[in-house]
């Protein structure tokens, strides 16, 4: 199975400023024959399922805010969210879904300094 | 709008049986492929199964192969989850998910609550 790993697991920015969040797979989610990299990015607000922000690493979802972005290949991913605002106090994950079992990250929580 | 609806789940004792329903409004239900992801405090976000659109293949999480089954019907715009053999670590809120792509989870339902305990 592909092992997802997020650093860190609790992040605390203040309001206005970049928060960035990593995620590493344990084996390379680009796949060559199309160049994408099967990789999501969540965000799960209290009380609220988990939404997909970004999917092929750096696909922001339709109706995702330009301030969310991802980038990286193979194993190294980014979601950087620009311009904190209150409302995105949330629990991050990142998921491969290149292979199954599609597995996720152990979530970041990101709240307000 | 697209809408998920979980039902089905409550507190069961080890070794019981249960069955999710998932009921899908807003969107052409035979175009996609289905899912269940489950979220407990102790595993975080875990992916359970999924269906193909047409509910030709179906495929399951290593920990739960043998006892979960999941299916679907086109025609109520369904999915469902049936669930023996349960065990403690099954314990968790279970959300049916709708599939894009190759396995992103686009769609999430509220999710219903599985215990299972004596």
């Known amino acids: 199975d592909i092992v997802m790993t997020q650093s860190p697991d609790s992040l605390a920015v203040s309001l206005g400023e970049r928060a960035t969040i990593s995620c590493k797979s344990s084996?390379?989610?680009?796949?060559?024959?199309?160049?994408?990299?099967?990789l999501a990015w969540y965000q799960q607000k209290p009380g609220q399922p988990p939404k997909l922000l970004i999917y092929?690493?750096?696909t922001r979802e339709s109706g995702v805010p330009d301030r969310f972005s991802g980038s990286g290949s193979g194993t190294d991913f980014t979601l950087t969210i620009n311009s904190l605002q209150a409302e995105d106090v949330a629990v991050y994950y990142c998921?491969?879904?290149?292979?199954?079992?599609?597995?996720f990250g152990q979530g970041t929580y990101l709240e307000i300094k | 709008e697209v809408h998920l609806v979980e039902s089905g789940g409550e507190l069961v004792q080890p070794g019981g049986s249960l069955r999710l329903s998932c009921a899908a409004s807003g969107f052409t239900f035979v175009d996609y492929n289905m899912g269940w992801v489950r979220r407990s405090p102790e595993r975080g976000l875990e992916w359970v199964a999924n269906?193909?659109?047409?509910?030709?293949?179906?495929y399951y999480v290593d920990s739960v192969k043998g006892r979960f089954t999941i299916s679907r019907d086109n025609a109520k715009n369904s999915v469902y989850l049936q669930m023996n053999s349960l065990r403690a670590e099954d314990t968790a809120v279970y959300h049916c998910?709708?599939?894009?792509?190759?396995?992103?989870?686009?769609?999430w339902g509220q999710g219903t609550l599985v215990t299972a305990s004596s």
């Open positions: 998910v709708r599939v894009s792509g190759w396995g992103r989870f686009d769609a």
């Open positions: 998921q491969q879904c290149y292979s199954l079992p599609y597995t």
């Open positions: 084996q390379s989610l680009l796949y060559s024959s199309n160049n994408h990299n099967y």
């Open positions: 092929w690493a750096s």
């Open positions: 269906i193909r659109l047409d509910g030709s293949d179906k």
